[in-house]
Protein backbone atom coordinates (compact mmCIF):
# COMPACT_ATOMS: atom_id res chain seq x y z
CA UNK A 1 0.00 0.00 0.00
CA UNK A 2 0.84 3.32 -0.16
CA UNK A 3 2.24 4.04 3.34
CA UNK A 4 4.81 1.76 2.24
CA UNK A 5 6.52 4.92 0.32
CA UNK A 6 8.86 5.56 3.67
CA UNK A 7 10.13 1.96 3.51
CA UNK A 8 13.04 0.95 1.70
CA UNK A 9 13.18 -2.31 -0.31
CA UNK A 10 16.63 -3.96 -0.57
CA UNK A 11 15.32 -7.45 -1.95
CA UNK A 12 13.41 -7.55 -4.96
CA UNK A 13 11.96 -4.66 -6.93
CA UNK A 14 10.31 -1.47 -5.52
CA UNK A 15 6.74 -1.88 -4.67
CA UNK A 16 6.09 1.20 -6.67
CA UNK A 17 7.83 0.26 -9.56
CA UNK A 18 6.02 -2.97 -9.77
CA UNK A 19 2.64 -1.48 -9.11
CA UNK A 20 3.29 0.99 -12.21
CA UNK A 21 4.54 -1.75 -14.08
CA UNK A 22 1.40 -3.73 -13.84
CA UNK A 23 -0.85 -0.37 -14.31
CA UNK A 24 1.31 -0.08 -17.11
CA UNK A 25 0.75 -3.48 -18.80
CA UNK A 26 -3.15 -3.51 -19.00
CA UNK A 27 -2.66 -0.40 -21.55
CA UNK A 28 -4.96 1.82 -19.75
CA UNK A 29 -4.45 5.46 -20.30
CA UNK A 30 -5.59 6.56 -16.66
CA UNK A 31 -4.59 5.19 -13.19
CA UNK A 32 -6.91 6.92 -10.57
CA UNK A 33 -6.49 6.20 -6.94
CA UNK A 34 -8.12 7.89 -3.59
CA UNK A 35 -5.14 7.44 -1.82
CA UNK A 36 -2.14 10.00 -1.93
CA UNK A 37 0.37 8.16 -0.82
CA UNK A 38 -0.77 5.52 -3.45
CA UNK A 39 -0.66 8.36 -5.42
CA UNK A 40 2.37 9.18 -4.89
CA UNK A 41 4.24 5.79 -5.52
CA UNK A 42 2.22 5.37 -8.45
CA UNK A 43 3.35 8.61 -10.27
CA UNK A 44 6.83 7.92 -9.03
CA UNK A 45 6.85 4.86 -10.33
CA UNK A 46 5.37 5.44 -13.95
CA UNK A 47 7.39 8.17 -14.42
CA UNK A 48 10.40 6.04 -13.51
CA UNK A 49 9.50 3.68 -16.12
CA UNK A 50 10.11 6.79 -18.56
CA UNK A 51 6.14 6.79 -19.78
CA UNK A 52 4.86 10.17 -20.24
CA UNK A 53 2.03 12.10 -18.71
CA UNK A 54 -0.31 11.87 -21.86
CA UNK A 55 0.49 8.15 -22.34
CA UNK A 56 -0.24 6.96 -18.73
CA UNK A 57 -1.97 9.87 -16.05
CA UNK A 58 -2.17 8.71 -12.64
CA UNK A 59 -4.80 11.32 -10.23
CA UNK A 60 -6.53 11.03 -7.57
CA UNK A 61 -10.14 9.70 -8.97
CA UNK A 62 -11.85 13.01 -7.99
CA UNK A 63 -9.72 14.80 -10.93
CA UNK A 64 -10.63 12.28 -13.41
CA UNK A 65 -13.79 12.55 -12.60
CA UNK A 66 -13.56 16.63 -13.04
CA UNK A 67 -12.41 16.33 -16.17
CA UNK A 68 -14.55 13.37 -17.28
CA UNK A 69 -17.27 16.08 -17.04
CA UNK A 70 -15.39 18.83 -18.33
CA UNK A 71 -14.85 16.83 -21.63
CA UNK A 72 -18.36 15.82 -21.75
CA UNK A 73 -19.62 20.06 -21.45
CA UNK A 74 -17.38 20.43 -24.15
CA UNK A 75 -18.94 17.82 -26.27
CA UNK A 76 -22.47 18.60 -25.40
CA UNK A 77 -21.59 22.42 -25.95
CA UNK A 78 -19.85 21.25 -29.22
CA UNK A 79 -21.71 17.89 -30.63
CA UNK A 80 -20.26 16.17 -33.13
CA UNK A 81 -21.50 16.26 -36.76
CA UNK A 82 -23.52 13.12 -37.21
CA UNK A 83 -22.31 10.99 -40.33
CA UNK A 84 -24.98 10.83 -42.57
CA UNK A 85 -25.78 7.99 -45.56
CA UNK A 86 -24.72 4.86 -43.05
Not at 22 to 36: F, K, L, M, N, W
Request: a negative charge; charged letters at 25%; proline letters at 5%.
Amino acid sequence: GGARMWMEETIGTKVNDERAREAISTGASRVATACPFCYIMLDDGVKGAGVEEDQVKVADISIHLLEAIENGERLLANPPTPLLGR
